[in-house]
């Protein structure tokens, strides 16, 4: 039987076993995966130990350990290489430690299915990314892969910001602070506006626990502005109540942190899970809120 885990520190707020759960049961797999505490100064030891289990799958790596765990791991893929960070570690049949990044596609995936869906013939061009750290890195290169090249990214230290539109490569990132962020300009002047399906990304903890908003007002936003809170507690941010209540499409936290599951769960357990009853899963781990 397969195991798998996600470690962190804290951990029992943690959804993942959930999600895991959820879908190993519904396709009838035996396997388990499960939430294990852990601090910084308990990696070497688990790893140790882990290395050694041929019956260890893996682990999802939460805060703060998606940097501290690299030492350990024996190769990166290209994606984590990238963003230096781990949120995904597989074990090989020769005991060898994989590291991998699928938050990325954690934010590609509802962007390209929000964009089909939403707004059928739009093209993808012009985001704003709010933070500067590892959420926000994941943040621009998913959007990238879901089409976007145009991006302003917002962050209380500009220079941060235009660190990580030269690390993601995105052709027309520009740094700015926190402070100047407002409605979403027409990167194409001359051109109808509603040709284009504009993203706003919220990649830091403004909002967690409902406090600290984004300092923001979308009242003035274009009416096909998708805004994407990565944060997923609570489920309804003060950022997406605000954008629910203008009528704009709204991505929430659940959704990137279903989406990114899958993608583990697919390295831990050798299948995809069933997407297919992703509302019963959202059910399950909302309490039936929608």
Known sequence: MKRAEVIGDP???SKSPLIHGFWLSALGLEGEYRATHMRTDDLPTFFAERRAQPDWAGCNVTMPHKEAVIP????????????????TIVRTGGGELLGFNTDVAGVAEPLKR?????YPGHVATYAQIIGAGGAARAAVLGAIEAGYRDFDIFNRSPARADALAELAGAPFGTGNSLEALGPIRNPNEGEAVQRYSHILINATGMGMGGANPVPIDLSAYYPDT???DMVYAPLETPLLAQARALGLRTIDGLEMLVGQAAVAFEHFFGVKPPRERDAELRALLTGGQA
């Open 226 to 228: 998708i805004v994407f």
């Open 114 to 118: 929000h964009l089909i869906g939403g």
């Open 72 to 87: 350990f791991l024996d190769r990166l893929d290209p994606l984590a290489e990238k963003l230096r960070a781990v949120n």
């Open 11 to 13: 951990i029992a707020q």
